[in-house]
């Protein structure tokens, strides 16, 4: 017998705080080993990839 189809639960924010605290320690570490101009660098960077793939 089949079961009945029930709703899956919504992950979405928790996907979304986690992705944010990744972010953060990893712009920590390059802060720590580089210094802070890197992360501001690193931090355009990544707006630029993400306005490239929005574009598309």
């Given at each position: 017998?089949?079961?009945?189809?029930r709703?899956?639960?919504?992950?979405?924010?928790?996907?979304?705080?986690?992705?944010?605290?990744?972010?953060l320690?990893?712009?920590?570490?390059?802060?720590?080993?580089?210094?802070?101009?890197?992360?501001?660098?690193?931090?355009w960077?990544?707006?630029?990839?993400?306005?490239?793939?929005?574009?598309?």
């Amino acid at each position: 017998m089949a079961r009945p189809v029930r709703p899956v639960e919504n992950y979405t924010t928790t996907c979304l705080v986690l992705g944010l605290v990744n972010l953060l320690w990893i712009f920590a570490a390059i802060w720590a080993f580089f210094g802070f101009g890197w992360v501001l660098l690193t931090g355009w960077l990544l707006n630029q990839g993400i306005s490239r793939l929005a574009r598309r």
